[in-house]
């Protein structure tokens, strides 16, 4: 007689935050927490893409806004791992755009559209009060083949 185990479920997703002041030096730190988190949780894999889009934002989220603060939550699963960066900055969305070949700056969101399996933004708040935004960016492991 044939029996079907049942299917454990799965475990809940990992979630990681980080608050670090709007300064020079938020980046490199985020870069450095989220390559960690990954090395611990066996995503090795995806660390470079994903610390470098994260660089790109949390860079992104100092350059364009005032905001005091700025967020980082990583949060890992079975089946995907996203980024969300947020800020106070509701009403600065991202634009993704075409850099010109002699420009400096401009390529951030490209890099992050091409190395993740996806990205966007929200506003958070409620309506006629925003108060936020995140930008984030996500890998599906399972399309890239990984399991953590």
Known sequence: MNRCAPVPPAPPPRSYRLTTPNAPGSAAV??????????????DPLRDDAVLCTDE???????????????VAVTFGRDGLRVHVH?????????????????????????VEALSDEWGWAVHGT???PRSKSVWFGFDLRGRGIVP
């Open 30 to 43: 985020a870069r450095r927490v989220v390559g960690a988190l990954l090395h611990g949780a066996a995503l």
């Open 87 to 111: 800020d106070d900055a509701p009403l600065r969305p991202p634009v993704l755009r075409a850099a010109g070949p002699l420009e400096t700056g401009g390529r951030g969101l490209a890099l």
């Open 127 to 129: 309506p006629g009060r």
């Open 57 to 71: 934002l949390v860079g992104n989220a100092c350059r364009y806004t005032r905001t005091p603060r700025i967020r």
